[in-house]
């Protein structure tokens, strides 16, 4: 079967003279307008970034190359005896557009596997973290030392031809993603269990050997969860905090590790990524509080005392979003087969029931529906995963199969390095002729 990196240079060709073409015939055309509301609140609705895996329709909720998770779901190739799609099928489509043959996933999970072994010295920074420090902070500084394995940076270094750049960015993300269930699972194993970590299989897929890894290799729902959750975490298009810093950083040149490491840094933020350990906490807070009374009454009750306290509901709102999220709903259904009586989830269900009204009610935020961390946490507790403060790091593993491939493409367009206009307010308020 064709390889992965096969496909994508074969590709390439026709990609860049279809982008050439376009910017040679529009390149002038005007793409939107910024209000100075834009400037001052997050660049919200900016159209300044391409972004080619994925397309984010605020109602409707993320496509992949043009799939919904449902299609994806449907068409991406599937692990003997399973029914979630494995996410190494997701990041072929997300780098080449293409849907890979059950072979081509079966070969990029014997290469990850294959190229999945840590440096002594890494191994050996991880373990000498205090189990005091975030997992997160763990888990992007050990990133950052897996620069030093960077072939793009010893090529680039040497002095390579900008046409060669993509090849190495592909080398650099494919060993880095290889590597990251070891570098996850021995910060989960230090942190929370007796820090031995089970080996990769090198006949299994990705997903299976992190949750091996983690210690959950002998449940095979779980298993299938990790399957799912690592699709769905992947990309949420260009501009959300991690895709965007890991992009801005590799527009330096800097390698796919000091990259990603810095989108990581981005994703353990409370209101980016960090946001899937506030909801179990948050969730465990309400249920210690109201006990088993989960009536609508008392839901409510614990909406306002969050709101009223100047806290934000975690798991609800979106900066693009304004419909249900789809990654909650394809994680709704997972509970919906597997643990329809947790008794965390009928808390989580309840919760959604009730949140929205509330949140509407309050009239600030734009979105009062569910994000894809509003479910996640339930879902991992259930199967004993209960750890919190660990759960942004199975996002991280997961948004690195999605901004990568990103990056490989940065490389392979020959992006420039990234540099908007900034002006001081004294500027801005003569640009909008204020008196
Ligand atoms: N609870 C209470 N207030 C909320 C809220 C929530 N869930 N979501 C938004 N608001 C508030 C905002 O804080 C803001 O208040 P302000 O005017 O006093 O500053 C106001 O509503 C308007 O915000 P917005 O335009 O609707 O949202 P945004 O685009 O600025 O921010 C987000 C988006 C996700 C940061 C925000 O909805 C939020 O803080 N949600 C809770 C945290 C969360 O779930 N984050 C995860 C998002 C998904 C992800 O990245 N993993």
């Known amino acids: 079967a064709k390889s992965l990196k096969d496909t994508f240079a074969a590709k390439l060709p026709e990609e860049l003279e279809k982008i050439k073409k376009l910017r040679k015939d529009y390149g002038s055309k005007v ?7 834009q400037v001052y609140g997050g660049a919200r609705g900016i159209k300044s970034l391409v972004w080619e895996g994925s397309v984010l329709d605020s109602e409707e909720g993320i496509r992949f190359r043009g799939k919904t998770i449902p299609e994806c779901q449907e068409v991406l190739p599937k692990a003997e005896g399973g029914s979630e799609p494995l996410p190494e ?12 043959s059950e072979q081509q996933v079966r070969d990029l999970s014997a290469e ?14 991880i373990d000498r973290c205090p189990s005091d420090l975030h997992p997160m902070a763990q888990f992007s500084l050990a990133v950052t030392a897996l620069e030093h394995g960077s072939e793009f940076a010893k090529a680039y270094a040497k002095g390579i031809n900008k046409k060669e750049y993509w090849g190495y960015t592909f080398e650099d993300s494919m060993n880095l993603i290889a590597k990251l269930p070891n570098v996850a699972s021995r910060i989960y194993r230090n942190v929370y269990k007796d820090g031995k970590v089970a080996a990769i299989q090198k006949d299994k897929d990705y997903s299976f050997n992190l949750a091996n890894q983690l210690g959950f290799g002998e449940n095979k729902d779980f298993i299938e969860l ?10 949420h ?23 990603l490491s810095a989108g990581l840094q981005g994703l353990a933020g409370p209101l980016h990524g960090l946001a899937n350990q506030e909801v179990l906490n948050w969730l465990q807070e309400m249920k210690k509080t109201i006990g088993n009374d989960l009536s609508d009454e008392s839901i409510k009750k614990y909406l306002w005392d969050t709101l009223h306290g100047g806290r934000v509901v975690p798991g609800y709102g979106h900066a693009v979003l304004r419909k249900t999220d789809p990654r909650y709903v394809s994680q709704r259904e997972f509970a919906l087969k597997h643990l329809p009586d947790d008794p965390m989830f009928k808390l989580v269900s309840q919760v959604y029931k009730i949140a929205p009204g509330v949140l509407t009610e309050h009239g600030k935020t734009k979105n009062p529906y569910p994000n894809v961390d509003a479910h996640s946490g339930v879902l991992l507790q259930y199967y004993g995963l209960t750890e919190a403060s660990y759960y ?7 948004r690195a199969l999605g901004v990568l491939p990103q990056l490989i493409i940065d490389r392979a367009y020959g992006m420039p390095i990234e540099r908007p206009k900034s002006l001081d307010s004294k500027s801005f308020a003569k640009l909008v002729g204020a008196q």
Do not use: C, Q
């Open 112 to 125: 990850w596997a294959a190229r999945s072994d840590l440096p002594k010295f890494v191994e050996e920074l």
């Open 392 to 398: 942004t790091v199975l996002f991280g593993v997961s």
């Open 237 to 259: 298009e260009g501009g959300n905090v991690s895709a965007h810093t890991t992009h801005l950083v590799g527009s330096a040149l800097s390698s796919p590790y000091l990259s």
């Open 89 to 100: 099928g997701l990041f072929w489509l997300l780098l080449t557009g293409e849907v890979p």
């Open 226 to 235: 990790m399957r799912l959750y690592l699709t769905i975490h992947t990309d």
């Open 31 to 37: 793409v939107g307008e910024v209000t100075l509301d």
